[in-house]
């Protein structure tokens, strides 16, 4: 089913505008959200993701990195799910690196702000949907773009 999951599932990733991110609850049950496509991926193994630290996920990822995100193309009814752990990152270099015009909307102190913070999630497996049929593979760290 897939020939090139690096390639078929980077295509897929690209053209969507809202990514789902999940957590664990302090109680142990699934937390989704969704969010704004991330601001930047290597590969299908790393992704990057801007958020407020103040926020209940930074909290959860905290606590517990375990995470997935998910991807949806409504279109064509696939889609694809990749586990793996969030990383809360504060650092000036990073959140630099992802800053992008207009995000003083979200942020009013600009890129220093203490309430900006970046999420990074490493993905170690995934699974993709389409066709009606589901198919799990492993993501490695040759896995970049």
């Known amino acids: 089913m897939l020939r090139d999951a690096e390639k078929t599932i980077g295509n897929l ?3 969507q ?14 937390n ?3 969010m704004l496509a991330p601001r930047k991926r290597e590969g299908i193994r790393v992704f990057y993701f801007s958020t407020n630290t103040s926020s209940m996920r930074v909290a959860q990822y905290r606590e517990n990195p375990k995470a ?6 409504k279109r064509f009814f696939r889609g694809v799910m990749l586990e793996g752990t969030m990383e809360v990152l504060e650092d000036q270099a990073t959140k630099e690196a992802i800053w992008q015009f207009g995000d003083t909307m979200y942020y009013s102190k600009g890129v220093t702000d203490p309430d900006y913070c970046v999420l990074r999630f490493t993905a170690h497996s995934g699974r993709y949907y389409a066709n009606f ?3 799990s593979f492993p993501i490695g760290e040759a896995i970049t773009e």
Do not use: H
């Open 13 to 15: 990733i690209d053209k």
């Open 17 to 30: 505008k809202i990514a789902y991110i999940a957590s664990v609850s302090s109680d142990g049950f699934p």
């Open 32 to 34: 989704l959200k969704a």
């Open 68 to 73: 997935a995100i998910y991807f949806c193309d």
């Open 133 to 135: 049929k589901s198919e």
